[in-house]
């Protein structure tokens, strides 16, 4: 699947008090200079959370800007790598260096020949300001490539479920699509999205995603993650179901009632 990159416009907007943080290590090393996204993204938060301090909204909606705010102040303290994302690298004239990396747990990169390389706080694209900022202390004026991919798995009813390496700026659709689509006993009433065995986004919220066709940045996706398309359960299937589990008790409750 082709790689579809983000476009961002550019407001003039005012970083707030409540962005300025300290840097972290991977920050620093990047010269701690603001990127536009960064800019955008805090412009986001601040959006959010007067959107959650309004009153006049529903409890739900307030709610649903809160944990907007919340996600993105967590993206930009703790950037967009994880344990499990895919980095490749091309240097020119460097054969050692370019390779396909993965980032270890703690959000670590290791690159032979270079020190250890913490990717917390990073934004995707602020990763290669950080990676030319320490390839140029070996190599004087390096011309560098990078491209990062994510591991996600997409299941149930869809056309080819498993797993997918993909690019993190993708919409969410053209997942779905490199997975065959959803199949005709799709039910996103009952999709989700999980991570380590627990829901991240449900139904309502997949909904809207998949209607605004966001990026799996947008959304938060990390690598491990699963996107699972829910299934129409038909009446039929309800039945066999209840069928099958009086089936399974039925022996138990006339054993119990013998021994009374």
Known sequence: ?????????????????????????????????????????????????????????????RAEHRAEATAIRTRLEQGDFH????????????????????????????IPSLSEIS???VLRSELRDVLLREISRYIKQPEIQVTTLVNI????????PGFYT???????????????????NSDFAR???????A???????????????????????QSGDQIVIGEHQHRWQSTASVIGLFALILPTVLLFSRRH
């Open 1 to 61: 699947m082709m790689p579809v990159r983000l476009r961002h416009s550019i407001p003039i907007v005012l970083i707030t008090a409540a962005f300025a943080s300290a840097p972290c290590p991977a920050q620093q090393l990047a010269g701690a200079a603001v990127t536009n996204e960064r800019v955008v993204l805090a412009s986001r938060a601040a959006r959010a959370e007067s959107a959650a301090a309004d009153n006049s909204a529903g409890d739900v909606v």
């Open 166 to 184: 993909v690019a993190p700026d993708a919409p969410i659709t053209d997942v779905l699509m490199s997975a065959g689509g959803p199949t005709a």
């Open 153 to 160: 798995t997409v299941l149930g009813a869809v056309g080819r």
């Open 199 to 221: 829901e991240v986004e449900g139904p309502v919220r997949l909904r809207r995603v998949l209607e605004s066709n966001s990026t799996l940045d947008e959304i938060g996706i």
């Open 83 to 110: 344990a499990g994302d895919r980095i490749t690298l091309w240097v020119s004239g460097e054969q050692s260096l370019s390779n396909t990396f993965t980032v270890r747990a703690g959000n670590v990169l290791e």
């Open 119 to 121: 990717l917390r706080g």
């Open 191 to 197: 999709s989700r999205i999980m991570r380590d065995g």
